[in-house]
């Protein structure tokens, strides 16, 4: 029994598609000559000129977005010649007609010569890739729906694939009414499409307006367009389009506008402690962050918030100053003495109008003085907002700035966290270290701004591919580290392997360069290594085997591997 196909890999498919497209420009070359013939003869001059313009346009965009710019500037070069020599009478159209044969004979040359250097071309006809098994092994996270329509095939297929890559799902089209009818029955997260269609310069915005007019909601949509002039522009705007991007289109940048339009999901509602010793006031002021959205615990007794504290996870203590006991600025010195409290807000809630003792109050660390009795609205606002820079304070502190992720510290007191729940559970956990590869010469050869793209198109997609339950953190420089619960080195390793094959295949750009990245891995698992500190370093060793090893690759670490006395190669890892 013949054993199954192994999948393609990204770069596979990019090939085939780059193939296809080099296959199909002959006829296409073919249908500009005839174009141009029928413009020479004089008939339908308007529309022929429409036409010609339109298949230099699909032209310049499909080629750029392959890497073949010679042909690229070539269609650029017929469509500006379209556009300065669209009007005259015969010499005119005899100028414009000569000077376009002369680009289309130039571009049969190059066709010819790519074609040749690529060898025979793979045949037509591709599909999108399955995201299904990537659900499985890369688990939870909600798959985003994003429908791309473009008059260009190739330039559907291509995108579609980077897109894959992000923890997209793509669906595609190749015309407006497919994409219609696939709107109006079931809407989707996004929608990416083209400006230019055969059915005029501005047919997307066009189609996108009146799709949002028949529906209740506006579709958010992003525009892709060889176009780049304000007119173009102005006709996405006007249609509700969110964003536009010129081609070729780059991945990370449009990958970075998806993220934004398709993660509206309401922030986890903020958490708060009311301390009142009277339960009834305490209650109403619960109910009114309740009614707010919030999530509100309520202690009557001062001596019950430290252990509260320890098991809500408060964002916010809402306190009364004057307590039986225990007043509110004591129970605030209290909590100041606490490290992980220091800057915990504290809102006082008092009848106390006196200028001198509300001052005096908030001198012992507190945020904020509330007069009873307190208007919902103005209560709601106060509290949302110190919780708010509250949060934006501890993400600071535990996330890294670049890449969102969290910073050393905070990913190594995750490992130490998870590993002993690991013990108590007698489950299985793996670390794992990654090392973007050669990446001292992608920051000597495109610059720093290329670098922090690679960083945060690697970063992003270990967000999107990655479970729910996993911890991703950078390690520092281009190192990343992570924390699988429940996992044994096997399936991390094919995990980390899916999303090492789909980063190698996404396209970067530094100014008119292109380049791609890989990235090395190595993962070590408990109990084989059973301390937080032999887990990184068993890590970073199977990182040094898997970088000596030729890179681009993830290895198990080995509990009987000796330990190398430096893990640097000499260059960069």
Not at 95 to 124: F, H, I, M, N, Q
Not at 140 to 166: H, M, N, T
Not at 355 to 366: H, N, S, T, Y
């Amino acid at each position: 029994m013949p054993s199954a196909q192994k999948p393609q890999s990204f770069q596979q498919r990019k090939a085939r598609l780059r193939q296809s497209f080099l296959a199909q420009l002959p006829e296409r070359l073919k249908s500009a000559q005839e174009q141009i013939a029928v413009l020479a003869s004089g008939e339908d001059r308007e529309r022929t000129i429409e036409a010609l313009h339109l298949l230099f346009h699909s032209l310049k965009g499909s080629s750029a977005s392959f890497g073949l710019q010679p042909i690229s500037a070539l269609a650029q070069r017929a469509e500006q010649t379209l556009r300065t020599g669209a009007d005259g009478g015969g010499e005119a159209t005899a100028a414009l007609v000569a000077g376009l044969s002369e680009v289309v004979e130039a571009l049969e040359r190059l066709a010819r010569d790519a074609a040749a250097s690529t060898g025979p071309a793979a045949e037509c006809g591709f599909e999108i890739p399955n995201q299904q098994q990537d659900r499985e092994t890369g688990g939870g996270r909600r798959e985003k729906w994003i429908y791309l329509c473009d008059d260009d095939p190739i330039q559907v297929q291509q995108l579609s694939a980077q897109l894959s890559c992000f923890g997209y799902q793509v669906t595609p089209f190749t015309s407006l009414t497919a994409l219609r009818r696939a709107v109006e029955e079931k809407p989707p997260s996004t929608v990416i499409m083209d400006v230019m269609f055969p059915e005029g310069v501005h047919a997307g915005p066009q189609e996108l307006a009146a799709l949002n007019a028949r529906t209740d909601q506006a579709v958010p949509s992003v525009f892709i367009s060889c176009r780049d002039d304000f007119d173009s522009r102005l006709q996405a705007v006007k249609a509700g389009g969110s964003a536009y991007c010129p081609k070729p289109v780059k991945a990370n940048e449009i990958v970075e506008i998806l993220d934004f339009l398709t993660n509206r999901a309401a922030p986890d509602p903020f958490r708060i402690l009311v301390v009142d010793d009277e339960p009834e006031v305490a209650r109403y002021h619960a109910l009114v962050l309740e009614e707010a959205g919030m999530v509100v615990e309520v202690a009557t007794e001062p001596r019950r918030v430290l252990a509260l504290l320890d098991a809500f996870r408060a964002d916010l203590v809402l306190m009364d100053m004057y307590m039986p006991g225990c007043s509110g600025p004591e129970l605030a010195r209290v909590l100041r003495q606490i490290p992980g409290y220091l800057s915990l807000p504290i809102i006082y809630v008092s009848s106390e109008t006196d200028a001198g003792r509300q001052l005096k109050a908030l001198e012992v660390g507190a945020d904020g003085f509330l007069t009873k009795p307190i208007e919902p609205s103005q209560l709601v606002a106060e509290v949302s907002l110190r919780a708010e820079r509250m949060r934006t304070l501890h993400s600071l502190m535990v996330r890294d700035s670049l890449t969102g992720l969290f910073n050393h510290n905070a990913i190594m007191q995750f490992l130490d966290i998870e590993l002993a729940a690991a013990r108590r559970r007698n489950s299985p956990l793996c670390f794992a270290m990654l090392d973007v590869d050669h990446f001292k010469k992608v920051n000597d050869t495109h610059g720093h701004p290329a670098g922090d793209q690679v960083l945060v198109a690697l970063s992003r997609g270990l967000r999107l591919r990655m479970r729910d339950s996993d911890l991703v953190g950078r390690y520092g420089g281009e190192e990343f580290a992570l924390v699988l619960s429940g996992l044994e080195a096997g399936p991390a390793k094919k995990i980390l392997d899916a999303l090492r094959e789909n980063f190698a295949g996404v396209v970067f750009f530094a100014g008119r360069d292109q380049f791609s990245c890989t990235f090395s891995g190595g993962v070590a698992a408990f109990p084989e290594f059973p301390t937080a500190t032999e887990l990184v370093d068993a890590a970073d060793q199977a990182l040094y085997r898997a970088k000596h090893g030729g890179r681009n690759r993830v290895e198990i670490a080995r509990a009987d591997e000796a330990p190398s006395a430096n893990l640097e190669t000499g260059d960069d890892r």
